[in-house]
């Protein structure tokens, strides 16, 4: 299983980029996914999450600019930044918690390979 992230880029301050992230092949089925961001030398940190009910979770830094959805036939995840600042320049990384298995199911977390988001003035 992996996860493959797409849609970083360049963009100016108060753009909008959005973010897709797919899981395959051979997922059972998918618990939580998210997003979580990562600037060089400081620690990775959450940005939003959305479990398999679509109840969502999102960093107050990226409230009310931030989306985050899924789609759940297609194993994927997408965060939708609107309004984008500088302090959003990150490298974006999915995450997800994957069922695998076919006899015996197991619960199993994955990340994605990150996709570089940067935000000029």
């Known amino acids: 299983v992996q996860l493959q992230a797409s849609g970083g880029g360049l963009v100016q301050s108060g753009g909008s980029l959005r973010l897709s992230c797919a899981a395959g092949?051979?997922?059972?089925?998918?618990?939580?996914m998210g997003w979580y961001r990562q600037v060089l030398g400081n620690q990775r940190e959450l940005v939003a999450t959305?479990?398999?009910?679509?109840?969502?979770k999102i960093a107050d830094s990226v409230k009310g600019r931030f989306t985050i959805s899924r789609d759940n036939n297609k194993n994927a995840v997408y965060l939708q930044m609107n309004s984008l600042k500088p302090e959003d320049t990150a490298i974006y990384y999915c995450?997800?918690?994957?069922?695998?298995?076919?006899?015996?199911?197991?619960?199993?977390?994955?990340w994605g390979q990150g996709t570089q988001v940067t935000v000029s003035q």
């Open positions: 995450n997800a918690i994957i069922e695998v298995g076919e006899a015996i199911i197991r619960s199993y977390e994955y």
């Open positions: 092949p051979s997922v059972v089925g998918i618990n939580n």
């Open positions: 959305i479990d398999r009910d679509f109840k969502d």
